[in-house]
Every structure is written in C-alpha cells, then in structure tokens.
C-alpha cells in the first residue's frame, strides 16, 4: 500500500458564508482563494497564518461566479442581479460595475492575456468586454435556453459555451461565428471548459456524466458515469492528465485522463459539491458546495513519476471500489452524433429545477439516473438516417439562415450602440470643459 502522503489530502477548511459556496478560483499566485456564494456576498481567503479574509457586499442577488485575471490585480464576479463586477482584490475591495445583460448572468471567464472577459447569461447571450477599456465588445447569440458558462480557449481564438438547450457550442472569436456544436438528447452540460492544450473540452452533465472531446476532429473520445448525482463543475489538472469533478451526489472525483479511469474518490462535504477548481500550479484544489464550507485541498499525486502513480495506485486501497468498464466509455474516439436511442428522456424532475437551485438540494430535484446500453454509441442511428422530408429541410435551412442575418444585425447594432455612447461622453466632457473655460473667463 501506498504511503497516505501521495493521496490527496484534506488541509484546511474555510468557514464565513452563509449560504452556498457557488463558485471558486485560485489567484495566480496560489496565495489566496476568492469565493462566490449565494448569501450574495464574495470572500477573499489568504492562506496566511491568522491572515484575516475579506468580504466584499454589493451585489444584490446570488453570485454565480467568481475568477481572478491572470495578472491577479482584477477579480470579476457575476450575479443574479443582471450584473457582472470588477474588483480590485484588497482591503477596500473597490468595484466597477457593467449592466448589459438582461437576465441573470451565470460565469465570468477572462482570456489568457487578460484583455478580454467572456459573460453568460439566462438571456441566451454570450458577451464579450474589453478589460481594457472596460466596454461592451459584442454578443454571441445561437443558444435557446439559458447559458451556463462561457470558457475562453488557453490562446484566446475560441470560446466554449454551454446551454440548457442541451448543446455545446464553439465559437471563433475573430468573425464572432459558431463554428462548431454538440448536442446531447438527454441532460445539459451544467460547466464546460477546454483543456490546458487547448485541443479538447469537457463538460459537467446534469445527466451525471462527465464527457471529453477533442475539437480538433470533433470527436467524442472519453464518456465517464461515476457519479450518482447530476455533475456540477469540472476544473482540469495544469499537466492535463488529471480532472477533478463536483457532483450533487456529495463527492469529488478524480479521474485520469491518460489511462481513462478514476482514481480518487474524496468525500469531505455534506450534501451536493457546486464548485471544483485546481490551483494554478496543480498543487492545491479547492471545493464549495451546499454546506457552506469551502475545503483546501493538497493535491501530492501529481508530484509522483506517472508510471510509479499508475502503478502504485493498483497496490493500494482504493477511497472507492474500481469502476466497472461500462462507468467509462467509447474506450476508443469515434464521430461525435446525436444520440436517438438507448437512453430514457430526462425525468420531469431535471425542468422543475431549471432555476439557480438546479443541481438542487432536495433530492426531488436531482436528476435521473438514465439507463445505457452497452453497445458503442456510434452503432445507434444518426440524424441523416432519418426520413425528414425535403421541403422541411430547406425550410429549416432558409430560417437557419435568417437567424444568422437577424443575429449578425443585432451585433453590429450593438457595437454601434457601444460608439454612440462613447462619443456622447466625449462631447459631455468637451461641453463640462468650454462651459469651465467660460465661467473663469467671466
């Protein structure tokens, strides 16, 4: 068996909300943790010996989201109060606030270089701001239901969003057009994000499934159900070999991406685990979930030779017993297609917790387990196998179309919009200036 220090180990717990632990986020450093609660209120945790924390008020509603920039000088937060927040992460805890959403806003995700962050909300929209000037850039509207979250890929040229109309959809943020989408015909994804390469994204299904594909081929290379509760975020390891998953079922899961299986099961909250994230450096996770307890997390697997984990992790004591093969498949990438068969439509139950509450507390509210066959899914039959009448399809296709031309309109509208109001600032500005000139004059 292996020594207790090469498993992740529980460090220290952080007690001071009151509500919901909703969203988490390393600074860039390692040396604090920001949280996001739904008793409206964000928290800035030093690591620090008797280091005190600080609470930062002025939302109005449940706050969704929560992330550092890269530089660690700016925190965004977003909330059910239609707004997105910029803090300056010190004592003072000063904000700016943008309003451009005008329905709950779900994530905040900032680029890379940290020029850009990308918002999405419960108005079906993806926004884009200039950190720089701290403006509205512009939409990105395809979804038909609520986004949940909006991720930029590690070099910027693409955003990855997630929807309760059960698709994943790719965006190229140069010509501001989805150039890629994925759809599932049973849950919605609850989180997505792209990997540290770049090359692959995985998402946190309601349907308590964890899926990977790689963008590159549109492929859907590894399916995972180790979960028994609806799975709420995912955060990738720095090295891209690990992911760690937040469930409603009350666990974190670890799973290895290289040999596509979990390794580490950890139980340390009380009821369902909204948010997972690693630290920068891959040496620490955090978790947050109903309990209002966010627990610290050293990660120590990940400092061991690959090979002498994987071969270690067979000696020792599993936290939980090994997955049965079927928890995790196709083992092999194959064309990603619709599903339209081999599994049960989403139970009532997964609509009636469409609200924030959805993963919910009660148990009414989590989602069905659904059934699977173990044929691979590429068997099943795919959308153009079905007889849909020709006259349908190009009805379909000139609405597609129109969509496109009215969504494109809408956009340039609003970056027109966004230039009005720069330039009526300018000549109120020019105005504040003669009439000062004026009145020293007189």
């Given at each position: 068996?292996?020594?207790a220090?090469?498993?992740p180990?529980?460090?220290?717990?952080?007690?001071g909300?009151?509500?919901?632990?909703?969203?988490?986020?390393?600074?860039?450093?390692?040396?604090?943790?920001?949280?996001?609660?739904?008793?409206?209120?964000?928290?800035?945790?030093?690591?620090?010996?008797?280091?005190?924390?600080?609470?930062?008020?002025g939302?109005?509603?449940?706050?969704?989201?929560?992330?550092?920039?890269?530089?660690?000088?700016?925190?965004?937060?977003?909330?059910?109060?239609?707004?997105?927040?910029?803090?300056?992460?010190?004592?003072?805890?000063?904000?700016?606030?943008?309003?451009?959403?005008?329905?709950?806003?779900?994530?905040?995700?900032?680029?890379?270089?940290?020029q850009?962050l990308?918002?999405?909300?419960e108005d079906?929209?993806?926004?884009?701001?200039?950190?720089?000037?701290?403006?509205?850039?512009?939409?990105?509207?395809?979804?038909?239901h609520?986004?949940?979250?909006?991720?930029?890929?590690?070099?910027?040229?693409?955003i990855?969003?997630?929807?309760?109309d059960?698709?994943?959809?790719?965006w190229?943020?140069?010509?501001?057009?989805?150039?890629?989408?994925?759809?599932?015909?049973?849950g919605f994804?609850?989180?997505?994000d792209?990997?540290?390469?770049?090359?692959?994204?995985?998402?946190?299904?309601s349907?308590?499934?964890?899926?990977?594909?790689?963008?590159?081929?549109?492929?859907?290379?590894q399916?995972?159900?180790?979960?028994?509760?609806?799975?709420?975020?995912?955060?990738?390891?720095?090295?891209?070999?690990?992911?760690?998953?937040?469930?409603?079922?009350g666990?974190?899961k670890?799973?290895d991406?290289?040999?596509?299986?979990?390794?580490?099961?950890?139980?340390?909250?009380?009821?369902?685990?909204?948010?997972?994230?690693?630290?920068k450096?891959?040496?620490?996770?955090a978790?947050?979930?109903?309990?209002?307890?966010v627990?610290?997390?050293?990660?120590?697997f990940?400092?061991?030779?690959?090979?002498?984990?994987?071969?270690r992790?067979l000696?020792?004591?599993?936290?939980?017993?090994?997955?049965?093969?079927?928890?995790?498949?196709?083992?092999t990438?194959?064309?990603?297609?619709?599903?339209?068969?081999?599994?049960?439509?989403p139970?009532?139950?997964?609509?009636?917790?469409?609200y924030?509450?959805?993963?919910?507390?009660?148990?009414e509210?989590?989602?069905?387990?659904?059934?699977?066959?173990?044929?691979?899914?590429?068997?099943?039959?795919?959308?153009?196998?079905?007889?849909?009448?020709?006259?349908?399809?190009?009805?379909?296709?000139?609405?597609?179309?129109?969509?496109?031309?009215?969504?494109?309109?809408?956009?340039?509208?609003?970056q027109?919009?966004?230039?009005?109001e720069?330039?009526?600032?300018?000549?109120?500005?020019?105005?504040?200036?003669?009439?000062?000139?004026v009145?020293?004059?007189?």
């Open positions: 068996m292996a020594s220090t090469e498993d180990v529980l460090e220290r717990y952080f007690k909300h009151k509500a919901a632990i909703a969203s988490l986020d390393f600074s860039p450093n390692g040396k604090q943790l920001a949280t996001a609660s739904w008793d409206t209120f964000l928290m800035l945790w030093n690591f620090k010996p008797h280091a005190r924390a600080y609470r930062y008020v939302h109005k509603d449940v706050v969704t989201s929560v992330q550092f920039s890269p530089h660690g000088n700016l925190l965004a937060s977003a909330s059910r109060d239609r707004t997105v927040r910029l803090w300056i992460p010190d004592k003072r805890g000063k904000f700016s606030e943008f309003k451009a959403h005008t329905a709950p806003v779900r994530s905040v995700d900032f680029s890379a270089d940290g850009f990308a918002t999405a909300s079906k929209s993806i926004k884009v701001w200039s950190m720089y000037r701290q403006r509205f850039l512009y939409s990105l509207y395809r979804h038909t609520w986004v949940r979250c909006a991720k930029f890929s590690p070099d910027g040229r693409l990855v969003s997630c929807s309760e059960k698709t994943i959809k790719i190229d943020t140069t010509n501001k057009q989805c150039v890629n989408n994925f759809s599932d015909s049973v994804a609850n989180f997505v792209f990997n540290p390469s770049g090359t692959c994204i995985a998402s946190a299904g349907d308590q499934t964890v899926k990977v594909w790689d963008v590159r081929v549109n492929k859907l290379l399916h995972y159900q180790v979960h028994s509760g609806g799975v709420n975020c995912i955060s990738f390891h720095p090295s891209g070999n690990y992911l760690i998953t937040a469930s409603s079922d666990t974190l670890i799973l991406l290289l040999e596509g299986r979990l390794i580490y099961t950890l139980q340390g909250h009380t009821g369902p685990v909204f948010t997972v994230s690693f630290s450096g891959g040496e620490l996770f978790s947050g979930g109903a309990d209002t307890q627990l610290l997390w050293r990660t120590n990940d400092e061991l030779p690959y090979k002498c984990l994987n071969k992790n000696k020792r004591l599993h936290f939980d017993s090994p997955p049965h093969l079927l928890d995790i498949y196709p083992r990438p194959h064309p990603m297609r619709k599903k339209t068969s081999g599994r049960t439509l139970d009532k139950g997964e609509e009636a917790c469409g924030f509450l959805n993963p919910s507390l009660s148990p509210c989590s989602p069905t387990t659904t059934k699977k066959k173990t044929e691979d899914i590429s068997d099943l039959p795919c959308e153009s196998q079905r007889s849909i009448p020709l006259a349908v399809t190009d009805a379909l296709e000139h609405i597609m179309e129109q969509l496109n031309v009215l969504t494109q309109t809408v956009s340039i509208l609003e027109r919009l966004t230039l009005t720069d330039k009526l600032k300018d000549c109120l500005e020019n105005q504040q200036k003669l009439f000062s000139a009145q020293q004059k007189s």
